[in-house]
């Protein structure tokens, strides 16, 4: 079926999205094109609203909106700014907060090393993060490397720790280990090896 170029066109950049495939790229412009007058305009307002108004923390590089040279995080008095948690993506600052346990900053580092895609040290917010801990190494008391508990993640784990390690500052690892309410007989091997290394005394 030939279909008009402007249904076809966001048809294909609907399908660029990650876990988008053609089929549903089809349904969303379909009911986009049946949906009321204004969820067309107001999801194309959004967009453009994304791109003009949101940057990047000149401190961490967590997301921002326009104009603030720091994220509310870094702005915020109350943080302790002797603890900064490193992850990987901003969504993962979200994760985070969500929990309401941690009260220090961040440094998001906009992904993880994987030389399979060729993304090494230089393509990430590392160089950023050691001039930081250069700069505040004798108030900076905890480096908390909260990278994915993957190969790409724990291999920037292990970079970090060894560019860290002549600054002096204590590094750390957020605990992996078996998720809450789950059962032992499902738990995958690295799972269970993590959980087995990471245990602690009872409380």
Same mark, same amino acid.
């Given at each position: 079926?030939? &279909? ?7 048809? !294909? ?25 204004? &969820? ?12 003009? !108004? ?12 326009? +104009? ?32 309401? +346990? ?15 895609? +060729? ?40 970079? &970090? ?5 002549? &600054? ?21 091997? !690295? ?13």
């Amino acid at each position: 079926m030939l &279909l008009p170029d402007p249904i076809q066109n966001l048809i !294909n950049a609907l399908s660029r999205l990650p876990g988008v495939g053609p089929k549903t790229a089809s349904r969303l412009t379909f009911y986009l094109l049946r949906g009321g007058d204004d &969820l067309p305009q107001t999801l194309a307002d959004a967009l453009v609203a994304l791109r003009a !108004n949101i940057t990047y923390c000149q401190r961490c590089h967590n997301i921002t909106t326009t +104009g603030r040279d720091l994220c509310k995080v870094c702005a915020d008095p109350t943080r302790d700014q002797r603890v900064i948690c490193v992850v990987e993506d901003p969504l993962d600052v979200v994760a985070i907060e969500r929990t309401a +346990g941690y009260q220090g900053v961040y440094h998001v580092l906009h992904g993880a090393l994987s030389p399979i895609e +060729g993304i090494g040290p230089n393509d990430l917010k590392i160089a950023s993060l050691l001039t930081r801990l250069s700069a505040a190494a004798d108030v900076i008391g905890e480096v908390v490397i909260a990278t994915n508990p993957s190969m790409e993640g724990d291999a920037t784990a292990m970079y &970090l720790r060894q560019q860290i390690a002549p &600054l002096g500052v204590r590094t750390t690892r957020l605990a992996h280990g078996l998720p809450v309410g789950g059962d032992l007989e499902y738990a995958d091997q !690295n799972t269970l090896l993590r959980a087995l290394a990471g245990r602690r005394e009872l409380e």
